[in-house]
């Protein structure tokens, strides 16, 4: 589908005035002449990175070589796997009926693999599956939970939901706990619930076409400094996050490791 001009327009202007910002920046401290600063000319080649994503994302270039890089072949290749961060391995607790020998076999694991599980899953439509009281005592003894994955009864990922939206001021909310495991209950829990997360990027994906999901208007994991989704792989299970920041530093890496290799 083609992206539309209105939308092409304002991805090209935003990409355009970093890059100005950059330059504007580089060549106010050069003039100050900083002594502490070594600033070569290579980073006025860096600042004009921004440009040339927001030409691709925008869809107004397919392919761009020039000072021996090929950008399209670095855009249109598949997700480094060094760019998903894991948060399945090690770090999940695996479903089963939580009832009190699940509190016992929580009670068994050493405090360090404790503070290593930071995610919990559950399979909606699960009735009489949950009981309400040993759910509230694995979200408080897990100190370090972040996320709560939703699946289906294959194990596929519906969404995922920030530990934050069952917390309040910093403290669990029980009513809200309480709220989520009557959905399940009733088979009424879907991605309507608050802070739910159901965008997603694919292990197939381009690093380019999962930029552009970073950047679109759904709802993603978000902080002051970063943006980040769900990584499904080809089975539709989470397998990780994707970080806005990681991808804009690997794009903006590839093009100065290219940079410096041809000598430039």
Do not use: C
């Not at 403290?171 to 997360?197: M, R, V, Y």
Request: proline share 2%.
């Amino acid at each position: 589908m083609e992206i539309k001009i209105n939308k092409r327009h304002k991805i090209l202007g935003v990409f355009s005035l970093i890059s100005i910002l950059f330059l504007v920046i580089f060549i106010t401290l050069k003039y100050l002449d900083f002594s502490g600063l070594e600033l070569e000319e290579k980073w006025i080649f860096v600042s004009g990175i921004p440009i040339i994503i927001g030409l691709f994302l925008g869809g107004y270039i397919k392919n761009f070589k020039g000072l021996g890089l090929e950008i399209e072949a670095s855009l249109n290749k598949e997700l480094p796997d060094n760019l998903i961060s894991s948060i399945t391995e090690n770090t999940i607790v695996d479903t089963h009926k939580i009832d009190k020998k699940a509190i016992s076999d929580l009670e068994k694991l050493s405090e360090a693999e404790v503070r290593n599980i930071s995610g919990i899953r559950f399979i909606f439509n699960r009735k009489g599956y949950y009981e309400e009281t040993f759910v509230k005592e694995y979200f408080r003894r897990l100190h370090n939970l972040k996320y709560v994955e939703i699946i289906d009864a294959e194990y596929k990922f519906q969404f995922l939901i920030p530990i934050s939206h069952f917390k309040s001021n910093f403290d669990l909310n029980f009513i809200t706990i309480k709220g989520f495991i009557n959905q399940i209950d009733e088979g009424i829990l879907d991605s309507n619930f608050p802070g739910a997360i159901t965008a997603f990027v694919s292990k197939s994906d381009s690093l380019l076409d999962a930029y552009r999901k970073l950047l679109g208007n759904t709802k993603k994991i978000e902080t002051p400094e970063d943006k980040k989704l769900p990584v499904l792989d080809s089975d539709h299970r989470l397998i990780g996050l994707l970080s806005k920041n990681k991808v804009e530093e690997y794009i903006s890496k590839e093009v100065l490791d290219n940079y410096e290799k041809n000598g430039n």
